[in-house]
Each structure stands twice: as C-alpha cells, then as structure tokens.
C-alpha cells in the first residue's frame, strides 16, 4: 500500500474513532464493544508508522545532510580546494563588480547587466560556500529547518535571476546587431530598470509564496540526500500531499528557468542569422564578438541545469559519492569562476581598465609604496 493511500486509511479510521468517542460511545457496554473493535482495525491497519509521524511531525526541526557520507578520509583536502575556489570567486566577481561601479564609461546596458550578473553570483555563493566549508569540517553535517528554507530560497533566486539576467543580455545584444540604429532608444534606461526589477521580483515574489508553503509542511523525515538545501530536500521529507506544491514549483521552474534558456537559444540562432547577412564592416564584428562571453556563460549554465535534472537519476545508480558532491557544486563553480574571467578577458572595455590595475599592483610589490621624503629643519 502506498504512504498516501495508507495515511488516508489511517485518517478515515482515526476520524470514524474520534467522531463515535465524541458521541459518548462509552455510555454502553456495546458502544464500548464498537470502539474495542474500532481500535482493533486501528492497530490492523499499515498505520504505525504513520501514527508515529503523526505525533513527531513538529519535532522535526533539524535535517541531516547524507550528502557527505563518503567523503570522510579526504574532507580536509576538499575544504582546502572549496575555500580556494571560493575565495577566488569572490576576488574575481568583485573586482569586476566594483570596477563597473566606478568607472562611469562602463554605465552602459550591456555592463549594468554583467554588474547584476556577477552581484548574483556573489550573493548565491554566500549562500552556498559558508555552510559547505562548515559541513566539511564536521563530522555530522545538520542544518535547521529554517535554514533549510532560507538556503533553498537564496539558491532558488540565484539560479532564477540568472536565467533572467541572461535573457536580458541575449535581447541586448541582438538589440546591438540587429538594430543598431535604433539600440538606445530600445535599451533605454528606463528599459534597463525594468528589465532588471523583473529579473529580480518576479523570482522573489514566486518562491516566497512556494517555499511559504512548503514551510508549513508537517515533516516525517529528516535525512536530505545532498549537499545543501532546495524545496524538493524539504517536501520530500513531508508525509502529506504535496501535488499542489509540486506543480507550483513546475510552474516557476518552467517560468524562470526552461523558458530563459529557449529564449536565449532563439536570440543567438537570430544573432547568427543577422551576422551573416550583414556586411563584414568592423562594427558588425565588433559587436558580433561581445556574443562570445554570454554563449560561453549560457553553455556553462545550461551544462550545470542538465547536470542538476540529471541527478536523481545518478544517485539511483549508485555513482560515488565525490561525483556526485562534485556534479552538484558545478552551478557554483564553474559559472562563477567563468563569468569574470571570459568577460574580463574578452570584453575591451573591461580589459583596458583591468590593465593598469594589475601594472600600478606589480610595480607596488616590487619597488614597495612610494617614500615620503622627510622634512628637515
């Protein structure tokens, strides 16, 4: 018999129970008769697990991670790497970040978009990196059911917001190629606003409401196989019907995520239809070749999306343990580390304003600060 038509039928008898207690059943010896008998069926039934659920449900407010389970003999090696990955991280998004903050030439549609990009990253990597660098130094790896719920929605937003900010950057770019006469009259900066504020509201707005409900779940179970939090982790440890919850997350992984990615595949395929009917002038490549970076960051992207689909279907197949730790980081990996460097690298603009940065740095540490001469009387 299944969880769900066994909680039904404990349900139905625990009401029949209740309902003829209630009536006072207890007033005569065959009423009593009935309710030994109800109480016979009660114990016949599937039902003591689910009793027992029943009565612990609101005492579960600690979930353990099961993800690590394997990774005990090399833990300290794979904190090392993971505090070295994470701190590049944030010496790359940043410095980019705060580079486009200041530089008032980088105020354009194309680098406000890569400034929210990577203001992204940084964010979902915080709330990624702090509490695995923590798990892997401990010997059980627990976390709370709010922080289950708050870590799930940081993650949630982060991968939502890119795929938008992604979408954004695709039509911005077919905007530069396609019409590049009218390009700032259609990415005005009122456009840009907007463009950004759905980016990040609508997927606020969406999983407060989903994982709204998924909060107020009675869990039954408390062993979530990975290594962080997502709304699936918590309502597959709930006991109750979660169809409603499950086809609203259906719905935003739809709107937020597969949607984005048919969209930017169908504005490159437009690119490459424009690029090729275009004159070979040197404004036609130049902005053909800002598309470099966003194909390689929509192809590392959709990488770790079929790496993420794919997962349930590995830890089935019994795949060991550091693949599969090491397939469920790649959306906080290699996007993160990609984005600044193929931007950083690629763009001109970017380039030639990271150059001198780096020479004044090089000359500081060679020759050291420069000597205030001292003042003599």
Not at 8 to 31: H, M
Not at 103 to 116: D, G, R
Not at 228 to 249: A, K
Not at 338 to 347: T, V
Request: net charge positive; charged share 10%.
């Amino acid at each position: 018999m299944s969880p769900v038509a066994t909680a039904r039928g404990c349900e139905s008898v625990i009401t029949v129970l209740s309902r003829s207690l209630s009536l006072g059943a207890l007033s005569s010896p065959c009423r009593f008769t009935d309710e030994l008998w109800c109480v016979l069926m009660l114990l016949m039934f599937p039902c003591e697990q689910f009793i027992v659920n029943m009565l612990n449900q609101s005492q579960v407010e600690v979930l353990v991670l099961s993800g690590f389970n394997g990774l005990n003999q090399l833990r300290y090696l794979y904190f090392c790497i993971t505090c070295a990955s994470y701190l590049l991280i944030l010496l790359l998004n940043v410095s980019i970040l705060a580079l486009i903050c200041v530089k008032q030439s980088l105020h354009q549609p194309m680098y406000i978009f890569l400034a929210n990009l990577l203001l992204n990253t940084v964010t979902g990597c915080a709330a990624f990196y702090p509490k695995l660098l923590h798990d892997l130094l401990r010997d059980v790896q627990v976390i709370s059911r709010t922080g289950c719920l708050l870590q799930a929605f940081c993650i949630h937003i982060y991968v939502s917001v890119e795929c938008n900010i992604l979408t954004a950057m695709a039509f911005d770019r077919y905007a530069a190629i396609a019409h590049p006469l009218t390009y700032h009259s259609l990415f005005s900066s009122s456009t840009v606003h907007g463009l950004l504020a759905a980016a990040w509201v609508l997927p606020v707005a969406g999983y407060t409401c989903l994982l709204s409900l998924s909060g107020r779940l009675p869990l039954c179970a408390s062993s979530v196989s990975r290594t962080f939090c997502d709304n699936r982790s918590i309502t597959y440890q709930s006991c109750v019907d979660i169809s409603v919850i499950s086809l609203m997350e259906i719905v935003l992984v739809s709107a937020f995520v597969f949607l984005p990615v048919l969209l930017i595949f169908g504005c490159y395929i437009k690119i490459l239809a424009v690029s090729f009917q275009v004159s070979k002038g040197s404004r036609a490549n130049k902005a053909l070749s800002t598309c470099i970076p966003h194909l390689v960051t929509y192809t590392s992207f959709v990488l770790s999306v079929m790496l993420e689909v794919v997962q349930p279907v590995l830890a089935q197949k019994n795949f060991p343990p550091v693949i599969r730790v090491i397939m469920s980081m790649e959306g906080f990996l290699l996007p993160p580390l990609l984005n600044p460097l193929i931007y950083g690298l690629k763009l001109p603009d970017i380039r030639n304003h990271i150059r001198p940065m780096f020479k004044t740095a090089a000359r500081v540490r060679h020759t050291g600060p420069p000597v205030t001469p001292k003042l003599t009387d």
